[in-house]
């Protein structure tokens, strides 16, 4: 089969779109829809400017789909002096994971030339992942503790950073996964934070009631990669030749979410299209969702935890009072 485009070899074929594409055009086209994304997210603010540059801190695992998110941010604004790009690693402390993940980080901002920090569980928890595995005093999944810590970190050290917006590598398939497991469990609630902590656009033209309103408690996050399926980050790591790592964490739990995914896949498989359509639908959904609970005055009942500081509903905060189990 021919690239649509031109009369090279076409390297993918998406049945959602019937697109044949080579691997120059293939990748264009990833490129391109990173980009739309960018602009219609509105993440570049207007008043962005050399003297007034923008702080974004680049969540980098250093498997394909941040390394990925990375390198096409560096492409696009690595000479934009209205962007300044800083890529943070989480080590979990999770042996033979981590380690080699974290050297596909640190060879591709070496490459990139940049700014790239380090923040490890040990260090700041004095806990290591492989421990809490073992230990699980609240007999949860490795997942459950791992996620809680590892939004403190990213919160707290963009926040440190002096970031104006956290970047994180999530695809069409992990979005629709959360798209579809909140409406199965019906929670317009989660929906509505959903849209206002990382979907919900930050300028929305003359549809303001879409914007998502500022808030000075939490650095604002956003996902450049929604609309690119993991198949097709995975294959652009693979033509781009980017150093990833592929291997899967030993500890990955989410049994929820393993059966979602596999539902969307065959879902997919028999009706192309049906990830997108599903994300087309939850934002409106979604946004919906955020002006009904915003007006209910969602966010006065935030505090400070009263150990650590960070935001919490309670007086002490979910990870100070997982911390005090371990
Ligand atoms: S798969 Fe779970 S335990 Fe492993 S790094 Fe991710 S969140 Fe942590
Ligand atoms: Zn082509
Ligand atoms: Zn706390």
Same mark, same amino acid.
């Given at each position: ?105 640190? *060879? ?46 990213? *919160? ?171």
């Amino acid at each position: 089969m021919d690239c649509d485009k031109c009369d090279r070899e076409a390297v993918m074929h998406a049945a959602y779109s019937g697109a044949h594409l080579c691997d120059a055009h293939f990748c264009t086209s990833v490129e391109k829809r990173v980009r739309r994304r960018i602009r219609s997210d509105a993440l570049v603010p207007s008043d962005a400017s050399p003297e007034n540059p923008q702080t974004w801190v680049v969540g980098l695992s250093g498997g394909k789909d941040s390394v990925v998110l990375t390198h096409i941010l560096d492409e696009t604004f690595g000479r934009d002096p209205r962007i300044d790009l800083v890529a943070l690693t989480i080590h979990e402390g999770i042996e033979g994971y981590r380690d080699e993940s974290l050297d596909a980080c640190l *060879e591709l901002s070496e490459a990139l030339e940049m700014r790239h920090e380090v923040v490890a569980y040990d260090d700041e928890f004095g806990v290591r992942m492989d421990d809490v595995v073992e230990s699980d005093p609240m007999d949860m999944a490795a997942c459950a503790y791992c996620g809680v810590f590892r939004r403190d970190l990213l *919160e707290r050290y963009a926040d440190e950073f002096g970031a104006d917006k956290l970047l994180t590598g999530h695809n069409l398939d992990d979005e629709a996964q959360t798209a579809l497991m909140n409406f199965l469990e019906g929670d317009l609630e989660q929906m509505a934070k959903h849209f206002d902590a990382s979907i919900g656009p930050f300028a929305a033209g003359d549809d303001d009631l879409r914007e998502r309103p500022a808030s000075d408690r939490f650095v604002p996050r956003a996902k450049p990669l929604r609309d690119v399926p993991e198949k097709e980050i995975a294959l652009y790591a693979h033509l781009m030749d980017l150093p990833t790592h592929m291997a899967e964490c030993p500890h990955a739990s989410e049994a929820y979410r393993g059966e979602i995914q596999e539902l969307l896949l065959e879902l997919e498989e028999n009706h192309p299209g049906t990830r997108h359509s599903i994300m087309a639908g939850y934002e409106e959904l979604a946004a919906l969702a955020a002006q009904r609970y915003r007006d209910d005055g969602t966010g006065a009942d935030l505090t400070d935890c009263e150990r650590c500081g960070s935001t919490t509903s309670g007086d002490v905060c979910r990870k100070c009072r997982l911390l005090e189990a371990l």
